[in-house]
């Protein structure tokens, strides 16, 4: 125990203090919040400069409604007889929005055209579509003799209650929240797989090459070594991790002070309305959000992404471990490392398209269960799962821990072997003799 | 005289191939026992069950008289032939690492590391990583970590490859000093010389067997020949040569010498060597008589080849 204290300690300090890790940790945040900085500058440059389009509405109907803002600049260009509106338009503007003159307004319902070189955008088409419609709206409404104001206020924003059978009662938008929150543990746990597994892989390679492994083992046990690397790239990754959120939070606060990056701007709505949508709606929703997410089982699902993390991240990573143990390089391990990678990757999939539309199907169900796609499938399931449904979450956890325990014995095997062989890369009928040895 | 090492019908077979058959093996307390054999025979797989870094299919290693556990790591020094260190750990932090796997404790292991790097005069090296340092200079850090814990039993696999001359006889002297102070050691090489001039103990492994086992002298009195060569100066070479033949095969042979003398290797067979000695006294001035010891190089050789 002792012994793999120091072996675990090892291998943290090695890791942490190696200079790719120290500059990884704390360039890629900085990399990450740069590129959001400098694609949010540019696209607001893009703003800046905004498309430059004529109006020819000889009539009067619609360009009044039609006002500059930072995106569209509008020019009206009613004076001009139609020809020369046309033809001065195609030279100096981006486009022309030509309101023919009509003999009942009602009639531009199908007669407003847009006229230019490169076909708008689907946000301008929507823009100009509504703005005809509320004029024609409220022309038809005065022809009705109904007041606007009124039938405004008349209007009822009625909200759908959902409940389950059950009897508790289900809310709006929870879903989405599940799926990211699911999806968010599941795609972590995957992402620190991949690198970990990795990194415990190649620190085997590495003592391989250097000829160091077999004074250690003369020292401890095989098996020792290998939970000691397992254990000790896992804390300094859980470390780098921990890292990334902190970097990460303060510098998307820094980014989101200082350069006033709106992160999600709704080009339909103008900005008053906006603001006003925003804090009646985005109120109502956010209070819904957080009364969603106290709902959760918050409590299981923490505890579950403890279990899963280190359950899947000890049965890949033994594997890793193995395979560092059986070949002499880096390029050798390609070939193993294939069938760790494709669970993990289905896993991903599984959750991402058959978990969201049915999280208790057949497929995401069995998928949940397997041990080596459960990590990922199983903790997207788990916001969804229901009472009846805690069968499946003990079976896949008893299943995990069996299978994790069951791989590591069998990746043990063949490290003791591997770690003393060199040569030639082996088969893997070879890797199957190596477990009588 | 009792055994620090006993290998008591040891098998080790790696699926269909064996690797040790039935090798036993007794190392006594004291003693520089030199492990020899061709490549391939089973030596390294032997230090390595003794190493318990794997274990023999059936048999059993006794150290100290007691059977091998994992308690016993501490007793033992291995130097295997495959070796080096981790190359970008600083030297110091590294010997303290492997010394405390040992066993040691960390004041322990940094009060002997001290001891050892005044020694060898390398205490600046203390801060500097592996791969900072030649390969010579790696090889002492090695050797100083295999010494540290101040085993019972040292095993060095090939312990001179990657020495220059002086260092290699530094470590041979340490070696000596060790084993005088009771460090028992088995000496796996195929540098013969250092094995005559090292060991007082050999055993020969040929494919996955053991063949010879016994103290140096013993082996070389198993297979003695009673082989002098002589040198003689004399007039009278048919004369003598007829003597000679007479009792005894007669074989020419070289050595160097300062005279124009004749150089005969004669095997004297049962005849004892004095009467060698009086046929030749009889015909001129004999300048060299001397018994052809079969060096280890030779019963190595020919043990292998039979």
């Known amino acids: 125990m002792n012994k793999l204290f120091l072996i675990l300690k090892r291998e943290f300090i090695a890791k942490v203090r190696n200079k790719s890790f120290i500059v990884m940790t704390f360039l890629s945040p900085m990399l990450f919040v740069g590129i959001a900085v400098l694609v949010g500058y540019l696209s607001s440059m893009n703003k800046d400069k905004a498309t430059e389009i004529a109006i020819h509405d000889e009539g009067g109907y619609v360009k009044s409604t039609f006002k500059n803002n930072k995106d569209y600049h509008y020019t009206d260009i009613s004076a001009m007889p139609f020809d020369i509106a046309k033809d001065s338009a195609s030279k100096n503007y981006e486009g022309l929005l030509y309101i023919p003159k009509v003999d009942s307004i009602q009639s531009l319902k199908d007669k407003v055209e847009y006229i230019s070189e490169n076909s708008a955008s689907i946000n301008f088409i929507g823009q100009v579509e509504e703005k005809v419609d509320s004029v024609l709206t409220s022309d038809r409404l005065k022809n009705l003799g109904l007041d606007e104001q009124m039938i405004v206020g008349a209007k009822v924003n009625s909200n759908l209650k959902l409940s389950k059978f059950s009897g508790g009662e289900s809310l709006k938008g929870l879903n989405e929240i599940k799926i990211a929150i699911g999806g968010f543990m599941g795609y972590l746990i995957m992402m ?34 290998m939970m000691g690397k397992i254990i000790g790239n896992s804390l300094a990754g859980i470390l780098q991790f921990l890292i990334w959120i902190i970097v990460g939070l303060l510098l998307a606060f820094v980014a989101q002070t200082f350069f006033g990056l709106q992160l999600s701007s709704n080009a339909s709505m103008s900005p008053e309305m906006m603001q006003a949508a925003e804090q009646s709606a985005g109120m109502l929703k956010l209070q819904s959000y957080i009364t969603e997410i106290v709902n959760l089982p918050l409590g299981l699902m923490l505890f579950c992404f403890v279990i899963y993390f280190i359950g899947g991240y000890f049965l890949y990573s033994s594997l890793y471990a193995a395979i560092g143990a059986a070949v002499d390089s880096e390029t050798d391990s390609q070939q193993f490392l294939l069938p760790i990678i494709m669970p993990l990757i289905l896993g991903v999939y599984i959750g991402f398209f058959t978990v969201i539309n049915d999280p208790h199907g057949t497929v995401a169900t069995v998928f949940s269960i397997i041990p080596l796609t459960s990590p990922i499938v199983m903790l997207m399931r788990i916001p969804f799962l229901e009472p009846q449904h805690y069968w499946q979450l003990i079976l896949s956890i008893v299943l995990l821990f069996g299978s994790f325990i069951f791989v590591v014995w069998f990746a043990a095997k063949i490290y003791r072997v591997g770690i003393l062989m060199y040569g030639k890369k082996p088969t893997w009928k070879e890797l199957f003799k190596w477990m009588k040895y | 005289m009792n055994n620090i090492l006993e290998v008591n019908n040891v098998v080790k077979k790696y699926g269909d191939y064996t690797a040790l058959n039935n090798v036993s093996l007794a190392v006594p307390s004291g003693s520089i026992y030199g492990l020899l054999g061709p490549n391939g025979a089973g030596k390294t797989t032997l230090i390595r069950i003794i190493n318990q870094i794997t274990m023999p299919d059936s048999g059993k290693v006794l150290l100290d008289g007691k059977v091998l556990n994992p308690n016993h790591i501490q007793y033992i020094g ?56 030649s390969k010579g200079m790696a090889q002492k850090i090695q050797f100083v970590v295999t010494v540290l814990h101040q085993p019972k039993l040292l095993i060095l696999d090939e312990p001179f490859s990657g020495f220059d001359p002086v260092n290699a006889n530094l470590i041979k002297d340490e070696i000596i000093e060790l084993n005088k102070k009771g460090t028992s050691i088995i000496f796996s090489t195929h540098r013969m010389e250092s094995v005559e001039e090292m060991c007082n103990h050999i055993a020969l492994i040929h494919k996955s067997n053991k063949l010879i086992e016994g103290k140096l002298n013993d082996v070389k009195q198993q297979y003695r020949s009673n082989t002098f060569q002589i040198g ?75």
């Open chain 1, 192 to 225: 620190f797989i991949v690198i970990y597994g990795n990194f415990v892989m190649r620190s085997v390679i590495e003592e391989k090459t250097n000829r160091i492994i077999e004074i250690i083992i003369s020292s401890v046990k095989p098996f020792q070594l």
């Open chain 2, 78 to 133: 291995y130097l295997p032939e495959e070796r080096g260190l981790y190359k970008t750990m600083k030297v110091g932090e590294q010997c303290l690492y492997l010394a405390q796997l040992k066993g040691l404790s960390h004041q322990e292991a940094k009060k002997q590391l001290q001891f050892w790097f005044e020694k060898f005069g390398i205490q600046e090296w203390w801060n500097k990583k592996i791969q900072e340092l």
């Open chain 2, 232 to 306: 003689i100066l004399t007039n009278n070479i048919e004369g003598l040569m007829y003597q000679l033949t007479q009792k005894f095969e007669v074989n020419p042979t070289h050595f160097k010498s300062l005279n124009e003398d004749i150089k005969l290797e004669i095997n004297v067979g049962n005849h004892s060597s004095n009467e060698l000695l009086s046929i030749l006294t009889n015909f001129g001035q004999v300048t060299h008589f001397v018994e052809k010891i079969p060096s280890v190089n030779d019963i190595f050789i020919q043990t292998v080849s039979q």
